[in-house]
């Protein structure tokens, strides 16, 4: 048996008016053998938001959930606590307090659950765009799913096992599964640079891929077939200017098109010129000389 300690746990949740949300997936959570021993509540200053925050104090006062504490982050501004999502500014106080707090788990070495289900809905965008930042393949985004329940009715904060309350499991696209990226990436404190490295990285990736394609897998023939294309002529202007039939023209496209249905991943349905233009033209464009 092994004797390596496992990964503590924290569920991260943004705060709405209904504090159930929290307590809700966290019993789900616990129940299904999730070890979280840390919650962090992802709150605004609205009064209706801060009675739900004032509900949840008094259940972990109870002492319902024993090992698992309550960590507090309001949505704080330079100087201001954020009330409402209504600005740009107010969007990325939201931003900074996720990231700050999915950051902090992450150095701690913790596996992250993120509940996106409670508060505004700008708020699960906000969950998603961090998690998509920092999360790796052990962390997970749930939605809370319940019936017999609406907005504004009784506030069961606990709800029977049997009762038709689901946890569904939210699929993040992460930016990257590079470790050494994402520790890079991780070691940013602002999410606002995070984002700017991380597109400057996904750029950087996408031109050196389509020159690895035009460079390695297509034929002389075939690049300059994909550079005329690319300048916008059709075949009969493409075999004009390769001094070429139109059929040939025509039969080496369609070998383009195999190889980049290939190289994009999807050979069951290869991609035709208005995807070739589209992944090929600005780089071309860039280089400045044709291909080959």
């Given at each position: ?131 998509q930042l920092l999360f790796d393949k052990h962390d997970r985004v749930w939605h809370l799913l319940s019936e017999g329940w609406q907005p504004g009715g009784e506030q069961k904060l606990h709800r029977p096992l049997g009762e038709r309350v689901w946890l569904v499991p939210v699929p993040v696209l992460r930016w990257t599964d590079d470790a050494a990226i994402q ?110």
């Amino acid at each position: 048996m092994s004797g390596r300690k496992k990964p503590q746990q924290t569920l991260i949740a943004t705060l709405g008016s209904e504090p159930q949300v929290v307590t809700l997936v966290l019993d789900r959570l616990l129940a299904q053998d999730h070890a979280v021993d840390e919650v962090v509540v992802v709150y605004t200053a609205a009064q209706a938001v801060q009675r739900a925050m004032d509900c949840l104090r008094a259940e972990f006062a109870r002492a319902v959930y024993p090992g698992t504490i309550l960590r507090e982050a309001p949505v704080l501004g330079p100087g201001f606590a954020v009330t409402d999502l209504k600005s740009e500014d107010d969007m990325w106080a939201l931003l900074r307090t996720l990231y700050r707090e999915l950051q902090r788990a992450k150095r701690e070495g913790r596996i992250v659950h993120m509940a996106i289900s409670g508060g505004r809905k700008v708020m699960a965008i906000a969950g998603m765009v961090v998690a998509q930042l920092l999360f790796d393949k052990h962390d997970r985004v749930w939605h809370l799913l319940s019936e017999g329940w609406q907005p504004g009715g009784e506030q069961k904060l606990h709800r029977p096992l049997g009762e038709r309350v689901w946890l569904v499991p939210v699929p993040v696209l992460r930016w990257t599964d590079d470790a050494a990226i994402q520790l890079a990436l991780g070691n940013l404190d602002d999410p606002a640079e995070a984002i700017r490295r991380q597109e400057m990285l996904a750029r950087s990736q996408a031109m050196r891929r389509r020159k690895e394609f035009l460079e390695h897998w297509l034929s002389q023939a075939e690049r300059q077939v994909v550079q005329a294309a690319c300048d916008g002529l059709d075949n009969a202007a493409i075999a004009r200017r390769l001094h070429k039939s139109e059929r040939t023209v025509a039969n080496q496209l369609t070998r383009v098109y195999a190889k980049l249905g290939e190289w994009l991943g999807f050979s069951e349905h290869p991609p035709d010129r208005s995807v070739l233009i589209g992944e090929f033209a600005p780089y071309l464009l860039r280089q400045g000389t044709p291909p080959g």
